[in-house]
Protein backbone atom coordinates (compact mmCIF):
# COMPACT_ATOMS: atom_id res chain seq x y z
CA UNK A 1 0.00 0.00 0.00
CA UNK A 2 1.00 3.43 -1.18
CA UNK A 3 1.15 6.77 0.89
CA UNK A 4 -1.15 9.77 0.22
CA UNK A 5 0.58 12.79 0.36
CA UNK A 6 -1.33 15.58 1.23
CA UNK A 7 1.06 18.97 -0.92
CA UNK A 8 1.03 22.84 -0.35
CA UNK A 9 0.68 24.31 -3.56
CA UNK A 10 1.57 27.68 -3.34
CA UNK A 11 -0.65 30.39 -3.76
CA UNK A 12 -0.76 30.73 -7.21
CA UNK A 13 2.46 31.26 -9.69
CA UNK A 14 3.41 27.45 -10.62
CA UNK A 15 7.23 28.14 -8.77
CA UNK A 16 6.38 28.63 -5.67
CA UNK A 17 5.74 24.80 -5.10
CA UNK A 18 8.62 23.49 -2.93
CA UNK A 19 10.80 21.43 -4.33
CA UNK A 20 9.88 18.59 -2.25
CA UNK A 21 6.27 18.87 -3.53
CA UNK A 22 7.29 19.12 -7.37
CA UNK A 23 9.48 16.28 -6.89
CA UNK A 24 6.05 14.40 -5.80
CA UNK A 25 4.19 15.41 -8.12
CA UNK A 26 6.20 14.41 -11.37
CA UNK A 27 6.36 10.74 -9.15
CA UNK A 28 2.45 10.68 -9.02
CA UNK A 29 0.61 8.11 -10.92
CA UNK A 30 -2.16 9.65 -9.14
CA UNK A 31 -3.59 13.32 -8.35
CA UNK A 32 -6.48 14.87 -6.96
CA UNK A 33 -6.33 18.62 -6.65
CA UNK A 34 -8.46 21.92 -5.90
CA UNK A 35 -9.20 22.86 -9.34
CA UNK A 36 -11.19 25.99 -8.26
CA UNK A 37 -7.89 27.33 -6.24
CA UNK A 38 -4.46 25.51 -7.85
CA UNK A 39 -3.53 26.03 -10.97
CA UNK A 40 -4.00 23.74 -13.40
CA UNK A 41 -0.47 24.62 -14.58
CA UNK A 42 1.27 22.96 -11.87
CA UNK A 43 -0.18 19.61 -12.60
CA UNK A 44 0.39 20.02 -16.80
CA UNK A 45 3.91 20.87 -15.75
CA UNK A 46 5.15 18.23 -13.29
CA UNK A 47 1.99 15.32 -13.94
CA UNK A 48 1.51 15.40 -17.53
CA UNK A 49 0.72 11.59 -17.62
CA UNK A 50 -0.92 11.08 -14.20
CA UNK A 51 -4.42 10.56 -13.55
CA UNK A 52 -6.50 13.67 -12.67
CA UNK A 53 -9.06 13.78 -10.44
CA UNK A 54 -10.69 17.81 -9.63
CA UNK A 55 -12.20 17.94 -6.24
CA UNK A 56 -13.84 21.02 -6.86
CA UNK A 57 -17.33 19.16 -7.64
CA UNK A 58 -16.52 16.43 -5.03
CA UNK A 59 -17.41 15.49 -1.92
CA UNK A 60 -15.42 14.02 0.83
CA UNK A 61 -16.23 10.45 -0.10
CA UNK A 62 -15.41 10.54 -3.17
CA UNK A 63 -12.14 12.08 -2.53
CA UNK A 64 -11.35 9.63 0.06
CA UNK A 65 -12.22 6.64 -2.60
CA UNK A 66 -10.03 8.29 -5.20
CA UNK A 67 -6.82 8.05 -2.15
CA UNK A 68 -8.05 5.02 -0.71
CA UNK A 69 -8.57 3.39 -4.08
CA UNK A 70 -4.95 4.57 -6.19
CA UNK A 71 -3.04 4.18 -2.62
CA UNK A 72 -4.39 0.40 -1.59
CA UNK A 73 -3.37 -0.67 -5.48
CA UNK A 74 0.31 0.71 -4.48
CA UNK A 75 -0.11 4.08 -6.80
CA UNK A 76 2.24 6.80 -6.08
CA UNK A 77 -0.54 9.41 -4.74
CA UNK A 78 -0.70 13.29 -3.97
CA UNK A 79 -3.60 15.32 -2.79
CA UNK A 80 -2.60 18.89 -3.86
CA UNK A 81 -4.01 21.79 -1.97
CA UNK A 82 -3.70 25.63 -2.22
CA UNK A 83 -1.14 27.61 -0.49
CA UNK A 84 -0.14 25.65 2.61
CA UNK A 85 -2.35 22.59 3.47
CA UNK A 86 -2.69 23.39 7.08
CA UNK A 87 -4.45 26.79 6.72
CA UNK A 88 -7.84 26.33 5.86
CA UNK A 89 -7.18 23.28 3.82
CA UNK A 90 -9.72 20.88 4.94
CA UNK A 91 -7.14 18.19 5.63
CA UNK A 92 -8.07 16.88 9.21
CA UNK A 93 -11.35 15.18 8.38
CA UNK A 94 -9.65 13.73 5.24
CA UNK A 95 -6.55 12.36 7.38
CA UNK A 96 -9.02 10.84 9.47
CA UNK A 97 -10.85 9.35 6.66
CA UNK A 98 -7.58 7.81 5.53
CA UNK A 99 -6.58 6.34 9.11
CA UNK A 100 -10.37 4.81 9.05
CA UNK A 101 -8.95 2.69 6.00
CA UNK A 102 -5.46 2.10 7.22
CA UNK A 103 -3.80 4.39 4.76
CA UNK A 104 -0.58 5.92 5.44
CA UNK A 105 -0.24 9.87 4.81
CA UNK A 106 2.07 12.87 4.99
CA UNK A 107 1.86 16.44 4.60
CA UNK A 108 4.25 18.58 2.66
CA UNK A 109 3.99 22.25 3.48
CA UNK A 110 3.14 25.20 1.10
CA UNK A 111 3.75 28.62 0.83
CA UNK A 112 0.17 30.46 2.02
CA UNK A 113 -1.40 33.14 0.72
CA UNK A 114 -0.46 35.66 3.50
CA UNK A 115 2.81 35.25 3.18
CA UNK A 116 2.78 35.65 -0.71
CA UNK A 117 0.51 38.99 -0.22
CA UNK A 118 3.25 39.93 2.32
CA UNK A 119 5.56 39.53 -0.46
CA UNK A 120 3.31 41.36 -3.04
CA UNK A 121 3.32 44.23 -0.67
CA UNK A 122 6.85 44.26 -0.41
CA UNK A 123 5.78 44.74 3.72
CA UNK A 124 7.13 42.72 7.02
CA UNK A 125 4.61 41.78 8.80
CA UNK A 126 6.71 41.89 12.51
CA UNK A 127 8.03 44.97 13.33
CA UNK A 128 10.16 46.25 16.55
CA UNK A 129 7.58 48.52 18.90
CA UNK A 130 4.97 48.41 16.20
CA UNK A 131 3.81 44.77 15.87
CA UNK A 132 5.08 41.62 17.08
CA UNK A 133 2.19 39.37 16.54
CA UNK A 134 0.50 38.20 13.70
CA UNK A 135 -3.29 37.09 13.75
CA UNK A 136 -4.17 34.57 11.09
CA UNK A 137 -8.10 34.19 10.75
CA UNK A 138 -11.15 34.78 8.92
CA UNK A 139 -14.94 36.43 9.82
CA UNK A 140 -18.01 34.44 10.36
CA UNK A 141 -20.11 33.74 7.61
CA UNK A 142 -21.44 29.83 5.86
CA UNK A 143 -18.71 28.75 7.99
CA UNK A 144 -18.97 29.64 11.87
CA UNK A 145 -16.35 30.73 13.93
CA UNK A 146 -15.92 30.57 17.95
CA UNK A 147 -18.26 32.89 19.73
CA UNK A 148 -13.87 33.90 21.28
CA UNK A 149 -12.53 34.52 18.18
CA UNK A 150 -15.04 36.69 16.75
CA UNK A 151 -13.79 39.61 15.17
CA UNK A 152 -14.52 42.04 16.95
CA UNK A 153 -13.24 40.36 19.72
CA UNK A 154 -9.56 39.73 18.60
CA UNK A 155 -9.48 42.88 17.07
CA UNK A 156 -8.94 44.24 21.08
CA UNK A 157 -4.92 43.35 20.84
CA UNK A 158 -4.46 45.39 17.57
CA UNK A 159 -1.85 43.18 16.00
CA UNK A 160 -0.61 42.59 12.30
CA UNK A 161 -4.26 40.97 11.18
CA UNK A 162 -4.14 38.65 8.04
CA UNK A 163 -7.71 37.64 7.09
CA UNK A 164 -8.87 35.32 4.74
CA UNK A 165 -11.85 34.22 3.07
CA UNK A 166 -13.68 37.54 4.02
CA UNK A 167 -13.31 39.62 0.82
CA UNK A 168 -17.43 39.30 -0.05
CA UNK A 169 -18.11 40.72 3.03
CA UNK A 170 -15.62 43.50 3.70
CA UNK A 171 -18.15 46.15 5.24
CA UNK A 172 -19.09 43.41 8.37
CA UNK A 173 -15.24 42.84 8.40
CA UNK A 174 -14.55 46.89 8.70
CA UNK A 175 -17.35 47.35 11.59
CA UNK A 176 -16.12 44.67 13.63
CA UNK A 177 -12.23 45.33 13.31
CA UNK A 178 -13.86 48.98 14.24
CA UNK A 179 -14.72 47.36 17.42
CA UNK A 180 -11.17 46.70 18.41
CA UNK A 181 -7.88 48.53 18.76
CA UNK A 182 -8.19 49.71 15.00
CA UNK A 183 -9.15 53.16 14.05
CA UNK A 184 -10.79 54.77 10.60
CA UNK A 185 -7.55 55.81 9.40
CA UNK A 186 -5.57 52.02 9.99
CA UNK A 187 -3.97 50.66 7.17
CA UNK A 188 -5.44 48.35 5.18
CA UNK A 189 -4.65 46.33 2.10
CA UNK A 190 -6.20 44.00 -0.07
CA UNK A 191 -4.44 41.45 -2.48
CA UNK A 192 -6.42 39.16 -4.80
CA UNK A 193 -4.77 36.56 -5.93
CA UNK A 194 -1.60 36.64 -4.73
CA UNK A 195 0.99 35.88 -7.76
CA UNK A 196 -1.34 35.06 -10.22
CA UNK A 197 -0.86 37.08 -13.41
CA UNK A 198 -3.92 39.27 -12.47
CA UNK A 199 -2.94 40.03 -9.09
CA UNK A 200 -4.77 42.84 -7.75
CA UNK A 201 -3.04 45.32 -4.86
CA UNK A 202 -5.24 47.63 -3.36
CA UNK A 203 -4.01 50.46 -0.10
CA UNK A 204 -6.64 52.26 2.11
CA UNK A 205 -7.60 52.62 5.28
CA UNK A 206 -10.54 51.08 7.55
CA UNK A 207 -12.82 54.36 6.37
CA UNK A 208 -12.18 53.75 2.52
CA UNK A 209 -11.35 50.47 1.74
CA UNK A 210 -14.92 48.88 1.36
CA UNK A 211 -15.48 51.34 -1.41
CA UNK A 212 -12.24 50.80 -2.75
CA UNK A 213 -12.80 46.73 -3.00
CA UNK A 214 -16.43 47.14 -4.30
CA UNK A 215 -15.46 49.74 -6.76
CA UNK A 216 -12.50 47.34 -8.05
CA UNK A 217 -15.37 44.54 -8.23
CA UNK A 218 -13.28 42.08 -5.76
CA UNK A 219 -15.10 39.29 -4.30
CA UNK A 220 -13.04 36.25 -3.66
CA UNK A 221 -9.60 35.09 -3.84
CA UNK A 222 -8.42 38.03 -1.42
CA UNK A 223 -6.59 38.30 1.45
CA UNK A 224 -7.25 41.26 3.57
CA UNK A 225 -3.85 42.87 5.81
CA UNK A 226 -4.90 45.21 8.71
CA UNK A 227 -2.56 46.69 11.19
CA UNK A 228 0.00 49.81 11.68
CA UNK A 229 3.05 47.87 10.38
CA UNK A 230 1.25 49.09 6.39
CA UNK A 231 2.08 52.46 7.40
CA UNK A 232 6.56 51.74 8.07
CA UNK A 233 7.46 52.31 4.62
CA UNK A 234 6.02 55.44 3.90
CA UNK A 235 5.58 57.10 8.13
CA UNK A 236 9.39 55.77 9.15
CA UNK A 237 7.55 53.57 12.20
CA UNK A 238 9.78 50.75 12.20
CA UNK A 239 12.10 50.77 14.69
CA UNK A 240 15.37 48.63 13.50
CA UNK A 241 15.67 45.24 14.75
CA UNK A 242 18.61 44.58 17.46
CA UNK A 243 19.69 41.67 15.23
CA UNK A 244 22.19 43.80 13.17
CA UNK A 245 22.44 46.60 15.35
CA UNK A 246 26.17 47.32 16.06
CA UNK A 247 26.13 47.73 19.57
CA UNK A 248 24.14 44.72 20.00
CA UNK A 249 26.30 41.53 21.07
CA UNK A 250 25.22 38.17 21.18
CA UNK A 251 26.25 34.55 20.12
CA UNK A 252 28.14 35.14 16.89
CA UNK A 253 28.88 39.22 17.32
CA UNK A 254 30.83 40.71 20.53
Excluded at 66 to 79: E, P, S, W
Excluded at 200 to 223: C, F, M, P, S, Y
Amino acid sequence: MAIVYFVGAGPGDAELITVKGARLLSEADVIVFAGSLVDRELVLRYAPNAEVFDSAGMTLEETTEALVHAAVAGKKVVRLHTGDPSIYGAIQEQMAELDRYGVAYEVVPGVTSAFAAAAALKQELTLPEVSQTVIITRIAGRTPVPERERLGEIARIGATMLIYLSIGMIEKVVAELLEGAYQPETPVAIVARATWPDQQVIEGTLADIAGKVREAGIGKQALIIVGDVLNARTAGLAAKSQLYDKDFSHEFRA
